[in-house]
């Protein structure tokens, strides 16, 4: 390693904004050490959720971003981290100028603000109309599983991701997955049900025993296991 080298500073990405230039590193398809440049195209607040259900920040970026690069750091013109590279949406499979990129202060508080609970597991919320539209049952709120990580505690629960992209509104969804209803009987629509499934899932974080019903294919089934993360 080279001397001198110190880590990245995590910058405060609310002090970004639209059209500031941005560049990102990463190993997009494999191919290491490589850096493209852009701009930040817009500041999200979808339902778009990861590891819990606690609402997520996210940038837009016109950065080229492809298979590879999910995880690694976008920085600044100051060269300060101001988000993580979370995915892309793309009809071929390859980059449209359409990253999106988890924010610094949403990671900041995911990794050090709150104790730590990874499920593997992204989804959707879905309430209002497009509960309704997705046939929700009882309070009418779903968790639409979105994506799964290989060997995670939503895998090993047996938790399916979706498959067919589509866009709603201004949301880029992948249907077909799994809707979660409840964990361990709390409802997604409960009161207080963010904070009551994020103390289970600490709870279980180790080694113990997690139940989930789910909406898949029109049918409620009851999904259970030991989580281990």
């Not at 230039?21 to 607040?45: N, Q, Y």
């Not at 994020?198 to 030991?226: F, K």
């Amino acid at each position: 390693m080279p001397p001198g080298i110190v880590p990245a500073q995590l910058g405060d990405s609310n002090k970004a904004e639209v059209g500031d230039e941005v560049f990102v590193v990463g190993a997009p398809l494999g191919i290491g050490h490589t850096l493209t440049v852009g701009h930040l195209s817009a500041r999200r607040k979808p339902n778009a959720t990861y590891g819990g259900i606690a609402p997520t920040e996210l940038f837009q970026t016109d950065a080229a971003i492809n298979q590879g690069n999910s995880g690694g750091p976008m920085f600044n013109m100051d060269g300060e981290v101001i988000g993580i590279v979370s995915h892309i949406v793309s009809k071929s499979g390859g980059s449209e100028g359409l990253g999106f990129v988890v924010t610094s202060n949403m990671a900041r508080r995911l990794l050090f603000d709150e104790p730590s609970v990874w499920s593997g597991l992204e989804g959707f919320l879905l309430a209002g109309d497009l509960a309704q539209a997705f046939n929700i049952p009882a309070r009418r709120v779903g968790l639409l599983v979105q994506r799964v990580a290989g060997g995670s505690p939503a895998e090993q629960l047996g938790l399916r991701g979706g498959s067919l992209p589509a866009r709603i509104g201004d949301e880029y969804l992948l249907l077909g997955g799994d809707v979660i209803l409840s964990v361990d009987g709390i409802g997604l629509g409960d009161p207080g049900a963010y904070e009551s499934i994020r103390r289970r899932l600490i709870e279980v974080r180790a080694g113990g025993g997690l139940g989930v019903s789910v909406l898949r294919a029109g049918e409620t089934i009851e999904l259970a296991g030991v989580v281990r993360q």
